[in-house]
């Protein structure tokens, strides 16, 4: 019998009415669902018996219907809006803090990543700089691994466990890094449902984008569809290991700016 993987969902920061977002480029705002569309999906998870659990309670257990709710960069709606939607319906969560971002305009404070970790909410590293870490030297990407792990141990006074690839860039060498470092698990951007013997420095996510439609989304926690968005991933990443990174991203940005 096949077994049966545990969907990551990916987020980032979520929009509310009124409040402006980090950073406006196109690239950036597809990635931005709105705090009513985030709560909808919560309440569809809820109504057919899904749980949403964080990282670490996924690979404690593997337990049926669950998925895992991830959010990327340590935006300051990860505290103010997500987390107490998360609360309202008994979810967990993992939080990935880019450290070097804290406290700037948009971003968690130390205080504030202290507050999302008090309230039970596990708090993962994102790196220091969000630079694509297969870009890095073996000394660059050190400090963005370990670095950013003792930086973030030391505001919440616990161990940082769990680790997610900037822009989902990944290779061997960033899962060496992490294994050294003393991660558990390392989330990418490969799009796959994970199960207990999928490598724990390689576990797939699945991005929600600003345009996931809600019976898209109960499609992606039931692991649905998710070989057509491998494709396309497949295809981005054939380009940019054909362009590099950066022209990948000027390419990306010009069409998105023409097409928005």
Same mark, same amino acid.
């Given at each position: 019998?096949?077994?049966?993987?545990?969907?990551?969902?990916?987020?980032?920061?979520?929009?509310?009415?009124?409040?402006?977002?980090?950073?406006?480029?196109?690239?950036?705002?597809?990635?931005?669902?709105?705090?009513?569309?985030?709560?909808?999906?919560?309440?569809?998870?809820?109504?057919? #018996?899904?749980?949403?659990?964080?990282?670490?309670?996924?690979?404690?257990?593997?337990?049926?219907?669950?998925?895992?709710?991830?959010?990327?960069?340590?935006?300051?709606?990860?505290?103010?809006?997500?987390?107490?939607?998360?609360?309202?319906? #008994?979810?967990?969560?993992?939080?990935?803090?880019?450290?070097?971002?804290?406290?700037?305009?948009?971003?968690?404070?130390?205080?504030?990543?202290?507050?999302?970790?008090?309230?039970?909410?596990?708090?993962?590293?994102?790196?220091?700089?969000?630079?694509?870490?297969?870009?890095?030297?073996?000394?660059?990407?050190?400090?963005?691994?370990?670095?950013?792990?003792?930086?973030?141990?030391?505001?919440?006074?616990?161990?940082?466990?769990?680790?997610?690839?900037? !822009? #989902?860039?990944?290779?061997?060498?960033?899962?060496?890094?992490?294994?050294?470092?003393?991660?558990?698990?390392?989330?990418?951007?490969?799009?796959?449902?994970?199960?207990?013997?999928?490598?724990?420095?390689?576990?797939?996510?699945?991005?929600?984008?600003?345009?996931?439609?809600?019976?898209?989304?109960?499609?992606?926690?039931?692991?649905? !569809?998710?070989?057509?968005?491998?494709?396309?991933?497949?295809?981005?990443?054939?380009?940019?290991?054909?362009?590099?990174?950066?022209?990948?991203?000027?390419?990306?940005?010009?069409?998105? #700016?023409?097409?928005?």
């Amino acid at each position: 019998m096949r077994e049966r993987g545990v969907v990551f969902l990916m987020y980032h920061e979520l929009e509310s009415d009124g409040r402006a977002l980090c950073l406006s480029d196109p690239g950036y705002v597809r990635y931005i669902v709105h705090a009513a569309d985030f709560r909808a999906q919560m309440e569809l998870l809820r109504a057919e #018996g899904w749980r949403g659990v964080s990282v670490g309670d996924v690979v404690r257990s593997f337990s049926e219907r669950s998925v895992a709710i991830t959010f990327d960069d340590g935006c300051e709606t990860d505290l103010l809006t997500a987390a107490p939607l998360l609360h309202d319906f #008994g979810f967990g969560a993992t939080f990935y803090i880019t450290t070097d971002w804290s406290g700037k305009p948009g971003y968690l404070a130390p205080a504030q990543i202290r507050e999302l970790s008090s309230l039970g909410f596990e708090i993962g590293s994102h790196s220091v700089h969000h630079h694509y870490l297969t870009d890095l030297n073996n000394s660059d990407l050190r400090r963005e691994i370990v670095d950013s792990k003792q930086q973030l141990e030391q505001t919440i006074g616990k161990a940082v466990e769990h680790f997610s690839c900037p !822009g #989902g860039r990944f290779d061997g060498r960033v899962a060496q890094m992490a294994r050294e470092a003393g991660y558990l698990t390392v989330c990418t951007s490969k799009i796959q449902s994970n199960t207990r013997s999928t490598d724990r420095l390689a576990l797939g996510r699945v991005a929600m984008m600003r345009n996931t439609t809600l019976p898209e989304f109960r499609n992606l926690c039931c692991g649905r !569809g998710l070989w057509r968005l491998g494709a396309a991933v497949q295809i981005r990443t054939a380009a940019k290991n054909i362009l590099g990174n950066s022209a990948y991203d000027r390419v990306r940005t010009a069409l998105l #700016g023409k097409s928005s």
